[in-house]
């Protein structure tokens, strides 16, 4: 089965894609991840992610591009991050295409703006790509990694709430066409994401085969 996961920041996305791959045994496409690991020798995407600008479209589809052009996607994957507009949707779905695979289920991960506050003020994250949240999903020590046992740190753009603001205006902006695009084939599957982790997860284990 192949998913693509939705929401806003702060919508539990990371959380909640850790939950699905190792419950179904899925692959996982983070395009947060993919983008964390090209940052270390790409000065451009570096820049954009510490200033918390979005990368070109260009350079997210490429990524994922190379990624889908493995064999091992027949084993079932969910797609986290990717797409987040409308003319990422109608590549993806050319590339599927093309290899005569096809998305099954897409789950958007629904909470309001102030809830994307509140959450992203308490989150912290690692180089390791592990992520936490002080108040709903603490590390097992202050401030330390419970995977790598390095120190969590802030991101730039989680500090400002106008930073945030803003992240969320794109958001909505570009992924409301999106909601539409993939509402209209029958695909899109609305998660209420103010429930608690297990309850998210509920409702969206009951539509995973």
């Not at 996305?13 to 947060?32: E, P, R």
């Not at 570009?174 to 998210?200: F, R």
């Amino acid at each position: 089965m192949n998913c693509i996961l939705l929401g806003p920041p702060g919508a539990g996305k990371g959380t909640q894609a850790k939950n699905i791959v190792k419950s179904f045994n899925m692959l996982h496409f983070s395009t947060g991840d993919m983008l964390r690991k090209a940052k270390k020798f790409d000065e451009i995407i570096n820049k954009l992610l510490l200033t918390g600008q979005l990368v070109p479209d260009k350079v997210v589809i490429d990524i994922i591009k190379r990624r889908l052009e493995r064999d091992d996607i027949k084993k079932g994957f969910l797609l986290d991050g990717f797409p987040r507009n409308l003319r990422q949707a109608e590549q993806l779905d050319l590339m599927l295409k093309s290899k005569n695979v096809r998305i099954n289920k897409v789950f958007l991960i629904d909470i309001g703006f102030e809830e994307v506050i509140n959450r992203i003020a308490g989150r912290r994250v690692c180089e390791c790509g592990a992520s936490y949240n002080i108040i709903a999903v603490p590390p097992k020590k202050n401030g330390i990694c419970d995977c790598c046992g390095a120190n969590l740190v802030q991101r730039n753009d989680d500090r400002e709430e106008s930073v945030v603001r803003d992240r969320f205006a794109i958001y909505k902006r570009q992924t409301e066409p999106l909601i539409e695009y993939y509402n209209k084939t029958g695909l899109l599957v609305e998660i209420d994401g103010l429930k608690d982790e297990k309850a998210v997860f509920k409702q969206i284990s009951m539509y995973i085969l």
